[in-house]
């Protein structure tokens, strides 16, 4: 069974940075995609960015392009998520999740998630 299980977040300021890791487990994920969505309250969920398992060809939500960065290591099963420059507007609840196949911007083409993470930034 796949098990996703995210860490880091927290509570920071405006213009601070955090570092957000999903830790994967369960099977060999080369032949799948990885994203990282987030709800922030009285909203919907909304893709932030995703990441190829395989080839590592990402995708980044307009929100996210510049200040956030994907990356995994193949040998730990992680997929990070750097955010710099951090707005209030980022606060959310962050889920790492993956899909069998090609990248999605959808949540419900998605087959497992996290439990999330929640990121707060104050103003």
């Known amino acids: 069974q796949v098990q996703l299980v995210e860490s880091g977040g927290g509570l920071v300021q405006a213009g601070d940075s955090l570092r957000l890791s999903c830790a994967a487990s369960?099977?060999?994920?080369?032949?799948?995609?990885m994203g990282w969505f987030r709800q922030a309250p009285g909203k919907e969920r909304e893709f932030v960015v995703g990441?190829?398992?395989?080839?590592?060809?990402?995708y980044y939500a307009d929100s996210a392009k510049g200040r956030f960065t994907i990356s995994r290591d193949s040998a730990k099963n992680t997929v990070d998520l750097q955010m710099n420059s951090l707005k209030p507007e980022d606060t959310a609840v962050y889920y790492c999740?993956?899909?069998?196949?090609?990248?999605?911007?959808?949540?419900?083409?998605?087959?497992?998630w996290g439990q999330g993470t929640q990121v707060t930034v104050s103003a």
């Open positions: 999740a993956c899909r069998r196949g090609g990248p999605s911007r959808m949540g419900s083409a998605y087959e497992y």
């Open positions: 369960g099977r060999t994920f080369n032949s799948y995609f």
């Open positions: 990441i190829s398992w395989s080839g590592g060809t990402t």
